[in-house]
């Protein structure tokens, strides 16, 4: 099996991303088109949050349109992925095995935070998708904790796609677009902080972020949409190699970086 599969963290953006991509768009697709073909893919959304790690089994998976006031087109959109059962059961065992508490939901299909991202960088939907759900309750070590489980899956050809935003603060959006559209400076200041801790392996910093860095609360009022970033990073193992392969802002407020994490040989 080919275990030089990395585990990635992507932005979605806000749901017009699926229709405006963008530079970011344009990044995802591009980095894609580099991969070695999984045999499934598991996705993590912040938009499925349950009390506990649950594994989506079904054989179809629905496009969930889970989002109000967006133009026509959006909720035309669809994303025909499949999903795998057999996939799925190795995913619950993983973490099953891993101590954790699990459940499968045979009917889950894919909200925007995964079929955005993924219908950007896989168009054809030619591969399983196995959707994974956040537990937001637990901050970053449960995601942690939840990206190390799946790590023994990266070397049996699962891609893991974390999806998520490095910033997400809506209120400052609509503020920033009353103002005529100029971009809160903690922005770019946390995403660079983050950055660069990644860039170190300064794991004991990133987990502890929401105290050390600048701007960390008004970044991720709710720390969902950055968690998905502890999963992709725990799942690639120590010292994997990092690559930030895309950085920018979209809609004033959301940074849009996507990150590549590839496992040393032997994690």
Request: hydrophobic share 45%; charged share 15%; proline share 8%.
């Amino acid at each position: 099996m080919n275990t030089s599969l990395p585990t990635l963290f992507v932005p979605h953006g806000a749901p017009t991303f699926a229709l405006q991509p963008g530079a970011a768009g344009a990044a995802l697709a591009r980095h894609a088109a580099t991969l070695p073909l999984p045999r499934a893919i598991i996705v993590v959304s912040p938009h499925w949050d349950t009390a506990v790690a649950t594994v989506g089994s079904a054989k179809r998976l629905e496009t969930i349109h889970d989002f109000w006031g967006f133009p026509r087109e959006l909720y035309a959109l669809n994303y025909p992925a499949s999903g795998c059962p057999e996939a799925a059961a190795e995913v619950a065992a993983a973490l099953t095995g891993a101590g954790l508490t699990v459940d499968v939901d045979r009917k889950r299909g894919l909200d925007h935070g995964a079929w955005v991202p993924l219908r950007l960088m896989f168009p054809d939907a030619q591969i399983p998708v196995i959707p994974l759900s956040l537990q937001s309750r637990g901050g970053p070590q449960q995601a942690w904790q939840l990206g190390r489980a799946l790590a023994p899956l990266v070397g049996r050809g699962f891609l893991i796609v974390a999806s998520g935003n490095i910033t997400h603060n809506l209120r400052d959006f609509q503020r920033a677009y009353a103002a005529g559209g100029q971009t809160p400076a903690y922005v770019r200041e946390f995403a660079d902080w983050l950055d660069a801790h990644l860039a170190a392996g300064n794991r004991d910093a990133l987990l502890d972020y929401r105290q050390l860095a600048p701007g960390a609360v008004q970044a991720q009022p709710t720390e969902e949409h950055l968690l998905p970033l502890f999963v992709a990073l725990a799942a690639a193992g120590d010292d994997a190699d990092y690559e930030r392969f895309h950085a920018g802002i979209d809609d004033y407020v959301l940074a849009m970086d996507a990150y590549q994490f590839l496992p040393r040989q032997g994690n």
